[in-house]
């Protein structure tokens, strides 16, 4: 049982800036199981999409469309996974979810992320 909490969504002009946040918490056994946090997002009429994902040991994947833009970072001890993202575009508008893969995947209950163009 783990429960991901997202904050820092917003509504942002182009160019700006926003900091995504995401709290996991639960058994420690489902905590522990933990191998891999991250991001996906979902704009209207299209399908939820990675962003980025990170592994405990420090291994990133993003999509080619935020690279250079997103930066993902994780504070393995503390159940933290933060997405920093700059140089906002319109086409970033998308409801953003935490995701975490450990004994099953886990989902965030998503948070609303707006660039105004």
């Known amino acids: 049982q783990v429960q991901l909490v997202e904050s820092g969504g917003g509504l942002v002009q182009s160019g700006g800036s926003l900091r995504l946040a995401c709290a996991a918490s639960?058994?420690?056994?489902?905590?522990?199981?933990?191998?891999?946090m991250g991001w996906y997002r979902q704009a209207p009429g299209k399908q939820r999409e990675l962003v980025a994902v990170?592994?405990?040991?420090?291994?990133?994947n993003y999509t080619d469309s935020v690279k250079g833009r997103f930066t993902i970072s994780r504070d393995n001890a503390k159940n933290l996974v933060y997405l920093q993202m700059n140089t906002l575009k319109p086409e970033d508008t998308a409801v953003y979810y935490c995701?975490?893969?450990?004994?099953?995947?886990?989902w965030g209950q998503g948070t609303q992320v707006t660039v105004s163009s």
């Open positions: 995701y975490s893969r450990g004994l099953r995947d886990y």
């Open positions: 639960g058994r420690s056994g489902s905590l522990n199981s933990i191998i891999l």
């Open positions: 990170k592994s405990n040991g420090g291994m990133s």
